[in-house]
């Protein structure tokens, strides 16, 4: 019954922006740390950025801290990533998720290995694309 639909991908130059929404259904969405992910053609999932339950704490990996902005409305069961500054590197297809648990606390998030192998509510994705 879990539904994660991502949105909002397209292409931008460098230097662009782009707002990601993911809009959830099938749990409690307030009860769930929120988290993006993405993979890029030919490598591995990556996590990109979190947020706690009521969107007081958020946590970025280090080559989008700075740039990217992680918020939710709980009200509406969506997540969202704005992005600005766009680089070369963010290509990827962009997904979210809601795995149960605590990975994340003073200033970083760890998780175990194969942590999002195991992940198996992934919706669609959404593509950015970051080019000339």
């Known amino acids: 019954q879990v539904q994660l639909v991502e949105s909002g991908g397209g292409w931008v130059q460098p230097g662009g922006s782009l707002r990601l929404s993911c809009v959830t259904s099938?749990?409690?969405?307030?009860?769930?740390?929120m988290y993006w992910v993405r993979q890029a053609p030919g490598k591995e999932l990556e996590w990109v950025s979190a947020?706690?339950?009521?969107?007081?704490?958020?946590y970025y990996s280090d080559s989008t801290k700075g740039r990217f902005t992680i918020s939710r409305d709980n009200a509406k069961s969506t997540l969202y990533l704005q992005m600005n500054d766009l680089k070369f590197g963010d290509t990827a297809v962009y997904y979210c998720a809601h795995p149960p648990g605590l990975y994340c606390s003073g200033a970083r998030c760890s998780f175990p290995a194969g942590f999002w192998g195991r992940y198996n509510s992934w919706g669609q994705g959404t593509q950015v694309t970051v080019s000339f």
């Open positions: 947020i706690d339950r009521d969107g007081t704490h958020t």
């Open positions: 099938g749990f409690t969405f307030s009860g769930y740390w």
